[in-house]
């Protein structure tokens, strides 16, 4: 049968070998892979096809580490759009509560099945207590972010709950007190999500702060859809500053700042009359209006100053152009200059040197291709072979510094769980 979960978020392109159909279904916990069907057999997707001419050995953990043309390079269209139908073996039935608009069944809108009818459920007083038991009753784990205002985009039929007021420790959504099914006075553009441990989402990967003297201070960005977009600076004050700071470890909020202290951003303006009472454990769980939704432009981009700006000193690595510290393109220092690593047997043995060298704990996923954006110099290593034991990335098998056969579009990243201090402070 085809996979439950619904299709990959964006269009991939033939040929898809038998070997990336069993990454597919390991990835999204489907069991075995049955058949790669061709010609978009489940309809044609639109807008952007990112990846063609995939080459995966079978034993990767995740798509993104197949061998593949750079993102977005391809000379398709959508009529050949590849699909994978799994066994689905590895899946529990379907309960009368999902996760749907997300990336994966962990993270999503929340609909509920009544009447056989799924229905979607109103923010009124939703909160991580909610959420907790979502993601609990669908296995995913424990709720990281209980995010409103249909960040996950608007239902289509049935609101089916209101006022939800969960306590946390129920085993199930229905147990939880709530209106009559079907009583409400909300409309789609309030639907509730949830964010669970599962879904491999963290709190600080969707907000960072940019242009500032440190990680802590900044203009303010948050990540949507893959995209990062600068935040108006209408309503904002210091409860909103507060759930930045706290949502990335920065301590308490110094000053919430208009106007672009910091600097302009370019792209989006993603969030705009943002109203937290100041205690969310995310800036997506405060009220806003919907992503995109502004009549602002880059000079009035917020900006946050928190108290924690102690930052350790810099080692021979760093992760750039991520999320946090512990997320992004991996960067060696060699005569004094900072170049890039490229991707050609890049794997989590060698993503596991480099969180620990860091001082961020082990790997989530080693990726490839850039996926933080491309370095601008020198790309310094190429064919790392680490066997994971090492306490340097400078301690593992690679080719002479500087002796490559790669492009910037084949730079190596890594995401690593923890947030913790970087050992450097200590030398």
């Not at 049968?1 to 489907?30: D, H, I, N, Y």
């Not at 002796?403 to 970087?422: I, L």
Request: glycine share 12%; hydrophobic share 30%.
């Amino acid at each position: 049968m085809a996979s439950p979960r619904g299709p990959l978020p964006k269009a991939l392109q033939l040929p898809l070998p038998e070997s990336c159909w069993q990454v597919v279904c390991r990835q999204l916990g489907c069991g075995t892979a049955l058949s790669a069907p061709r010609e978009s057999k489940y309809g044609e997707g639109k807008g952007q096809i990112w990846l063609s001419d995939v080459n995966c050995k079978g034993t990767e953990a995740s798509l993104t580490k197949c061998e593949a043309k750079p993102w977005g390079d391809n000379i398709c269209n959508h009529v050949e759009d590849a699909s994978v139908e799994c066994s689905g073996t590895e899946i529990p039935e379907p309960g009368p509560i999902r996760l749907v608009g997300g990336p994966n069944r962990c993270a999503g809108r929340v609909e509920v099945l009544h009447e056989e009818q799924w229905g979607s459920i109103c923010h009124d007083d939703w909160d991580l207590n909610d959420a907790q038991v979502v993601c609990k009753q669908l296995g995913c784990g424990d709720a990281v972010l209980a995010p409103i205002g249909a960040k996950f985009g608007r239902g289509l039929d049935t609101i089916w709950l209101d006022d939800v007021n969960c306590t946390g420790t129920e085993a199930a959504l229905s147990e939880c007190p709530a209106r009559p099914w079907g009583e409400h006075n909300c409309y789609h553009g309030e639907d509730a999500s949830a964010i669970c441990s599962e879904s491999g989402i963290t709190v600080s990967t969707s907000v960072r702060l940019v242009g500032g003297p440190n990680r802590c201070s900044g203009r303010v960005e948050v990540l949507h859809n893959g995209v990062w977009g600068t935040v108006c600076d209408d309503q904002w004050d210091l409860r909103e500053a507060k759930v930045v700071c706290r949502q990335l470890g920065c301590g308490p909020a110094l000053s919430a700042i208009p106007e672009s202290k910091y600097g302009e951003g370019k792209g989006q303006i993603w969030l705009s009359d943002v109203n937290c009472t100041g205690t969310e454990a995310s800036l997506t769980e405060c009220e806003a209006k919907p992503w995109g939704d502004n009549i602002c432009n880059h000079v009035e981009d917020a900006s946050v100053e928190c108290s924690e700006v102690d930052i350790p000193e810099e080692g021979p690595i760093r992760l750039v152009d991520g999320p946090n510290k512990c997320a992004g393109r991996v960067e060696v220092l060699h005569e004094n200059r900072w170049g890039s690593v490229c991707d050609d047997h890049w794997d989590m043995k060698d993503a596991k040197v480099v969180c620990k060298q860091v001082g961020c704990g082990s790997p989530l996923s080693a990726l490839g291709s850039a996926r933080y954006g491309r370095g601008s110099d020198i790309i310094w290593l190429d064919d790392v072979e680490c066997n994971g034991t090492e306490d340097s990335i400078f301690d593992c098998a690679a080719r002479p510094w500087g002796e490559h056969n790669c492009y910037h579009g084949e730079d190596a990243d890594v995401v690593c769980a923890g947030n913790y201090p970087s050992p450097w402070h200590l030398k």
